[in-house]
């Protein structure tokens, strides 16, 4: 019986249960294409004890990340997201040269490059070797290891404690949420301040973003869930920040319990929010599956009305969160020909299940196509200004989530 990786309950409840699908970042090679892939099912689950939604942890880390697809640097807007970012921070908590900053999840450098940048000592604890290496190329040091307690302990012995560690859509990503917790605690000083961004569950649920459910992701936050789990290690929330980021994001700032100040008048009203919404009960997660039905049903009937018509219809960009939507709607090449990425590492590539080609962007003004699906519609201001081209010929953009939206762009 699945139990909850946070406080221990049995009483779960089914929030979606999406089928099962392959690990969205695994995407074939295309000798792999004869060969059988795994799947695992994608049930997502709510604690009605302490209220922390989540999948079984079928697939670990490793399995993930050691070598991984993502590179955050590919995406302009997310690197600039980082730079104001670590810009804010220097002011908000006075970091200067003598400063020390780790982050976890460090991917390829893409916002410690800043902190580098601005002559403050800085590491990357990465586990994935290849993003690590580009990191490393940026001149921003990296180790390559997954974050325990005894990991945030040993770079505390080697490089002394964090003034500010940095946690940027990891949180959702470990399976053992409590042990991570202490390892962030264990790098931070002891009047540090450690600062997590992961997506918000109210905005899932609210705007139907259940392509953001995927096996990387083990848990899904609430502040209220987020305050329960970073007390488990030692931390208190003592600040939020809503975010425009993935959707709709959180920015956690805490601080070891010890020192740390009363929650701020953000948490308190986001906290009410979130009970306003219901998901501190169970009402709030009532009708989700119905409303992910819903998106399922009108993309499926734009592609197969699109086909009959003789249209052309390819994606673009190959994120995991669009490997959950094409695997849900059971998506394959008769109604989307391809898609493409900016990432040269997944050209050439298939789509994990579905097994949708994966080609450069040039692709798209070579074929003019009709349409354009927009998988990573969390990027939707950025993509629309990139792919404004499209409407040179006519071309349209398609965004499924929240809902089916055909948009048309001016060259």
Partial sequence: MMTCRLCGSENLESVVDLGA??????????????????????????????????????????????????????SDSWVDHASWFVLNSVVRLGLHADSFVVEVASNDGYLLQHVAAGGIRCLGIEPSVNVGEAAREKGVPTLTEFLTP??????????????????????????????????????????GWVSIEVQHLLSLIEHNQYDTIYHEHFQYYTVASAQRALASGGLSLVDVELLPTHGGSIRLWARPAEIAEEPSAAVLDVLAREKAAGLHELAGYAEFATRVATVRRELLAFLTTAAAEGKTVVGYGAP???????NHCGIRPDLLSY????????????????????????RIAEDQPDYVLVLPWNLRDELTTQLSYVGEWGGRLVFPIPSLEIVEVKP
């Fill in 21 to 74: 699908t392959p690990p969205c970042e695994l995407f074939l090679t295309r000798d792999q294409l004869d060969q059988p892939e795994l799947t695992y099912p994608l049930h997502l689950r709510v604690c009605t004890s302490c209220w922390l939604a989540q999948l079984p942890p079928l697939i670990s880390p490793e399995e993930t990340f050691t070598e991984y697809a993502y590179f955050s640097s590919y």
């Fill in 339 to 362: 898609t493409v990425d900016r990432n040269p590492y997944k050209h050439g590539r298939f789509t994990p299940g579905t097994r949708i080609p994966i080609l450069a962007p040039e």
């Fill in 150 to 191: 005894l990991t945030g302990a040993a770079v505390r012995e080697e490089h002394g404690p964090a003034d500010l560690v940095v946690a940027n859509n990891v949180y959702a990503h470990i399976p053992d949420v409590v042990g991570f917790t202490k390892g962030l605690r264990n790098l931070v000083a002891d009047d």
């Fill in 320 to 326: 995991g969160k669009g490997n959950t939507l094409l």
